[in-house]
């Protein structure tokens, strides 16, 4: 078996102690069964079924990750968010990840019943489960990745020749869209273990910002409030990945929904569904005080702490947040998968049901999306 690139063991001996010593956003994997510590206000978010008697599950495990990225789950499942709200008396509990191959592990064995993703974990989990595990349900957010470097090691795309690069896992969204970005300029690189032009590091989003400061990698491409912490650790952005998309817009983060438990508790997925339109809804109104409600839950975070300004304002603002899925982008990044050698050909059709998203559109008296790139359920 080929082994995922990782450091060297004395450099992440080197990279585990100077991480130590910096504020994390996760403690790697956790179970995060938490609640906000912001006040609860007249200005805070407000649901319509903020109490009640539980749906037809009396729980639901929901994943996320803690990045701005996945900013509608970090908002709006706070204690008073609108997607515990919407809930009504069904329990929540949530876990938090750093990237997407660990959510579809938790959701194939059972312990997730819905999480924020994204794209290519997405792919890879229909795929490996014939078809047979999720459904997308609802987008989440677009945009928000970023390729930041060394500027005084790499100054232009064809200095990143013998650079280190590193990604959050192999596999996950960012990783695919680097491996693919390189090959198309010309690098040839080990998919799996990272190795050949580009030397490729597959290290936990927490942990990039210290091997960047310590010399340990060159670069990262990575999401939102990552990308701006390289930033305003000296990084410069050599790319937004927005550009090699048309209109800037791709799918970073969409909800997806384990088959069995969509098929068992629709209304709890519908109810989740109609938390995120809301809360994607209200941060649009509201990007101020969400910022704030943003960073105090990352300080509710065991291990976190607050982002500041000069992360957590540009990271928010190269996010958008919207409930279309952009299932053509998804499309894409799998065509991206397989060139990269990630994954093999795949039928991706009935990967998508939006029915449920369009029921809660029209109640909410918004536009339905029509477009799922013909991958939805026949």
Same mark, same amino acid.
């Given at each position: 078996?080929? %082994? ?22 996760? #403690? ?29 599950? !009396?729980?639901?495990? $929901?994943?996320?990750?803690?990045? $701005? ?11 008073? #968010?609108?997607?515990?709200? +919407? ?13 997407? &191959?660990?959510?579809?592990? *938790? ?15 997405? $792919? ?8 047979? %595990? ?15 470097? !060394? ?7 064809? !200095? ?8 959050? =896992?192999?596999?996950?969204? =960012? ?15 080990? &998919?799996? @273990? ?6 490729? /590091? ?5 942990? $990039? &910002?210290? *091997? ?28 937004? +990945? ?16 384990? =088959?069995? /438990?969509?098929?068992?508790? +629709? ?17 649009? @109104?509201?990007? @101020? ?12 975070? &065991? ?12 990271? /928010? ?13 998804? =499309? *894409? ?11 093999? +050909? ?8 939006? %029915? ?23």
């Amino acid at each position: 078996m080929t %082994s995922v690139r990782a450091l060297p063991a004395r450099r992440a001996r080197r990279l585990l102690s100077a991480a130590l010593s910096l504020p994390l956003l996760v #403690g790697g994997l956790a179970a995060c069964g938490y609640g906000s510590e912001a006040d609860d206000d007249a200005s805070a978010p407000s649901g319509e079924n903020s109490a009640g008697p539980a749906l037809s599950a !009396d729980r639901v495990n $929901i994943g996320y990750f803690a990045n $701005i990225t996945h900013a509608t789950a970090v908002v709006g499942l706070q204690d008073d #968010g609108l997607i515990r709200r +919407e809930l009504g008396g069904t329990e929540v509990n949530t876990q938090v990840f750093n990237a997407g &191959p660990s959510a579809i592990e *938790a959701l194939n064995s059972g312990d997730l019943d819905l999480t924020f993703i994204g794209p290519n974990p997405a $792919i890879n989990g229909w795929a490996q489960s014939g078809g047979e %595990s999720l459904r997308i349900v609802s987008g989440a957010a677009s945009g928000g990745a970023s390729l930041v470097v !060394d500027s005084e090691a790499i100054g232009s795309t064809e !200095d990143l020749a013998g650079a280190r690069i590193a990604t959050p =896992q192999l596999g996950n969204t =960012q990783d695919v869209a680097l491996l693919n970005y390189l090959a198309d300029e010309g690098f040839e690189v080990n &998919p799996q @273990d990272g190795t050949g032009d580009v030397e490729v /590091f597959r290290i936990p989003n927490a942990e $990039i &910002p210290a *091997a960047f400061e310590g010399g340990d990698i060159d670069g990262a491409w990575v999401p939102e409030p990552t990308a701006a912490n390289l930033v305003s650790r000296g990084g410069e952005t050599l790319l937004d +990945e927005g550009e090699l998309w048309e209109n800037g817009q791709y799918v970073v983060t969409h909800v997806i929904a384990s =088959q069995d /438990f969509l098929a068992e508790h +629709e209304d709890v997925v519908e109810a989740v569904v109609r938390g995120v339109v809301r809360t994607n809804a209200w941060i649009n @109104d509201n990007p @101020d005080e969400a910022k704030e409600r943003f960073n105090a839950e990352l300080a509710a975070l &065991p291990g976190g702490s607050e982002l500041p300004a000069e992360v957590l304002d540009p990271a /928010f603002e190269n996010v958008e947040f919207l409930n279309d899925p952009l299932a053509p982008t998804l =499309q *894409a990044g799998a065509r991206n998968a397989i060139d990269a050698g990630l994954l093999e +050909e795949t039928d991706l059709t009935g990967i998508y049901d939006l %029915s449920v998203l369009n029921r809660v559109l029209a109640e909410e008296g918004l536009p339905e999306i029509t477009d799922d790139a013909g991958l939805g359920v026949e």
